[in-house]
């Protein structure tokens, strides 16, 4: 299963970019290079400047790829949830409890991808930036727009899956999408606190803590209405 998604080419919207960097050994070094860079420096500090000479390219030739910083940060955000959500089918193809593949589901949520693996990009490094920068993508003031151009839809699509087991556990509980989005929201928090913000929460940044607080929040949600 590892070996067949090392070779998959996820697709993301194509709003997000203005040519598709695995079109080209450029694109795919401005992609790679770039998240590299973006975790290392940050979204304040990271420029296509620096990523040009990083790569031995020019800002024009990245500009033809990406029409700024901020879409190059939402494809790599949309990439990985894309990724996620591939994760999450083939993690519980075979698993006919929806128990769980909710345990599944909120392991992902909080700990990030199982298959670590991807030919095109590295899911690992992924889940670092989209713990430290990717909210720094989402509130704007562009987001409505990018929201109606549906340069979120990987996001929805991994978070409907698991609103659709939560549904299959308890047909009857009314927010299904809520508690969901209120979990990948905060485990990346949650995450992000562990390494800068300690003060703020009981877990280390590998401790299983987070996935036993989560995955209470969620079985209690959803069984005690």
């Keep these: 299963m590892e070996n067949l998604l090392k070779t998959y ?3 993301v919207n194509s709003n997000l970019y203005l040519k598709d960097p695995f079109s080209s050994e450029l694109g795919k070094l401005i992609v790679q290079e770039g998240t590299s860079m973006i975790q290392d420096l940050g979204m304040e500090n990271f420029t296509f400047k620096k990523l040009a000479s990083k790569i031995g390219s020019t800002e024009a030739a990245i500009y033809r790829y990406f029409e700024n910083k901020h879409k190059l940060l939402l494809y790599l955000n949309a990439w990985y949830w894309a990724w996620m959500e591939h994760n999450l089918v083939f993690a519980t193809a075979n698993l006919n ?3 769980e593949r909710l345990v599944v589901a909120i392991k992902l949520m909080v700990d ?3 298959f670590k693996k991807n030919d095109y990009l590295d899911p690992v ?3 670092k930036l989209v713990v430290n920068e990717s909210l720094k993508g989402y509130l704007t003031k562009a987001v409505d727009n990018e929201h109606e151009s549906g340069i979120f839809a990987q996001v929805y699509k991994f978070g ?3 609103s659709q087991i939560i549904k299959e556990i308890n047909p009857a509980y009314q927010y299904p999408k809520t508690l ?3 979990v990948m929201e905060s485990s990346l928090l949650q995450s992000f606190n562990s390494q800068h913000l300690p003060g703020m929460t009981e877990c280390s940044y590998d401790s299983t803590g987070r996935y036993t607080f989560f ?3 969620v079985v209690n949600a959803i069984t005690n209405e």
Excluded: F, Y
């Design 112 to 114: 990030g991808p199982i």
């Design 97 to 99: 409890d929806a128990g």
């Design 215 to 217: 995955h209470q929040l």
């Design 160 to 162: 409907d899956r698991i």
């Design 9 to 11: 080419k996820i697709e």
């Design 125 to 127: 490094k992924l889940r």
């Design 180 to 182: 969901v989005s209120t």
